[in-house]
């Protein structure tokens, strides 16, 4: 591919470019290097299993099972702590329909629901996703959770930052907390950028949905996830990808703050009648704007 | 009717100990003390649910809603490099107790954890016949309706009826026999 041949001049130069882009911009430039965005707005194909105006299910291409389903909101996010409340509500739903219906239709006997937040946890593309994976007795699929010993003092330490953390009560999230997940937020995605700028250097393999391809754990499978997915030839740009982290983590919430306020305020006030809802609503929201400004 | 007896029933009532490190009128979140990891949270509901079809909407949100600040909190506290949220409903995904856990898994690389698969081949004919299936069966829940997706997401405890289609009761009740 194309990127192979990019060297640190042009990196630097695609980076300064990145950098000089508004909001608006690099929104758009990051849905042109999305292949699920491309898959959404239907100039990739797939197989769509469901659809409505914020989110999209398809199969996967490389299925752990039959009836595999990827979850995608129809939004670009690369991570879930971007999504609001109401979208992860949203998502969610939606999944528990699709799993639903995988027991249903497909007569499995189980399903299970995945999140990969961070490569570490074997997320491969910039667009957040659930995965929907039905299950069967001896489906070969083998998922695997150790037990490990936690030292109790250690564990009590671990119990009591969470708690502060989140809150004990009604308020998962106080305020003041809002600008530490910003920073890690922050620090995270540059941490990544800079990361993969690195990677598209010295590894040459690195594609779209494998940013650092290099340092995956025991990723046999995974690695090729929704590689498949980008059988499309319109790869060559797919380098750019590289410095989106580090940038997009800041501005897409900065956009988002600016044009998310109101339905939130409205939907916060619309469901003031449930008492649980409204003291937890705020966080996402709240963190975005700081963010912002 | 009288719940059968359900562990995670016994730890929201406190007559089991825990590491609980968040509560409110419907979830609790506590720590596994065999973890995955250290920091492996478990989000659940207070009320006895066995599976995950039968969380009413509400509860879904707020679960994982939940499930995405504790993550958003163990990236910060814990300092690990990626988290999961992972749910096994059934006993062929994984599921333990018949009280739907939302899990939030640390991730740390070569963490021992394995959540990952080869992929399996199929045929254009076989991957068309699951899709046809897939889209029928949401069609006939009905959540793909316009009419509901355009709404905001229903958050009150009485739109959990919204979407609950006939049978599911029995159907449920048939899946729940599988679980230990």
């Not at chain 1, 699929?141 to 809150?167: C, H, S, T």
């Not at chain 2, 939940?66 to 995904?93: E, M, P, Q, R, Y």
Request: some cysteine; proline content about 5%.
């Amino acid at each position: 591919m194309a990127q192979q041949e990019m060297s640190e001049e042009q990196i630097k130069e695609l980076q300064e470019k990145i950098k000089n882009m508004s909001p608006e911009e690099l929104r758009e430039f990051q849905k042109k290097q999305c292949i699920f965005c491309q898959i959404i707005s239907g100039k990739v194909q797939s197989k769509k299993i469901y659809e409505d105006d914020k989110s999209i299910a398809i199969l996967d291409i490389n299925p752990a099972n039959p009836g595999h389903v990827l979850l995608l909101p129809k939004e670009h996010y690369a991570i879930m702590p971007q999504l609001s409340e109401e979208e992860i509500a949203h998502i969610f739903m939606v999944a528990k329909t699709i799993s639903n219906a995988c027991l249903r239709a497909l007569k499995a006997s189980g399903t299970n629901i995945l999140v990969q937040n961070g490569v570490a946890a074997g997320q491969r593309a910039q667009h957040f996703m659930v995965h929907i994976i039905p299950r069967m007795d001896k489906d070969g699929v083998e998922f695997r959770l150790p037990q490990k010993e936690v030292a109790e003092d250690a564990l009590e330490n671990i119990r009591m930052k969470l708690e502060e953390y989140v809150g004990s009560g009604k308020k998962i999230l106080q305020k003041k907390q809002a600008p530490a997940i910003a920073q890690i937020l922050q620090k995270k995605a540059e941490g990544a950028g800079e990361k993969q700028v690195k990677d598209k250097g010295l590894d040459s393999q690195s594609t779209l949905h494998e940013p650092q391809g290099a340092v995956l754990q025991g990723g046999s499978g995974l690695s090729k996830i929704h590689v498949g997915a980008s059988q499309n030839p319109k790869e060559p740009e797919a380098e750019v990808d590289s410095s989106q982290p580090g940038i997009k983590g800041e501005k897409i919430r900065q956009s988002r703050s600016g044009k998310k306020k109101q339905p939130g305020k409205k939907a916060r006030a619309a469901k003031g009648g449930d008492k649980g809802q409204e003291e937890t609503a705020p966080n996402l929201d709240d963190i975005a704007r700081l963010l912002g400004g | 009717m009288e719940p059968p007896k359900c562990i995670i029933c016994d730890i929201i009532a406190n007559t089991i100990p825990s590491k609980k490190f968040f509560e409110d009128d419907d979830t609790i979140a506590i720590l596994d003390f065999n973890g995955a990891n250290p920091g492996h949270a478990f989000i659940i509901p207070k009320q006895h649910i066995p599976i995950f079809e039968q969380v009413p909407n509400f509860l879904v949100g707020k679960l994982f809603n939940i499930a995405n600040k504790v993550s958003s909190a163990i990236f910060d506290v814990l300092k690990v490099h990626g988290t999961n949220i992972f749910v096994s409903n059934g006993v062929s995904a994984g599921q333990k107790v018949a009280h739907v856990i939302v899990q939030v898994i640390p991730r740390l690389e070569n963490d021992g954890v394995q959540l990952s698969w080869q992929p399996r081949q199929m045929t254009e004919e076989e991957v068309s016949t699951v899709e046809l299936k897939l889209k029928d069966e949401i069609g006939r829940i009905g959540f793909g309706k316009d009419s509901q997706s355009k709404q905001a997401v229903p958050m009150k405890k009485d739109a959990i009826a919204l979407e609950e289609p006939e049978g599911e009761e029995n159907y449920l009740v048939r899946q729940m026999e599988r679980i230990p």
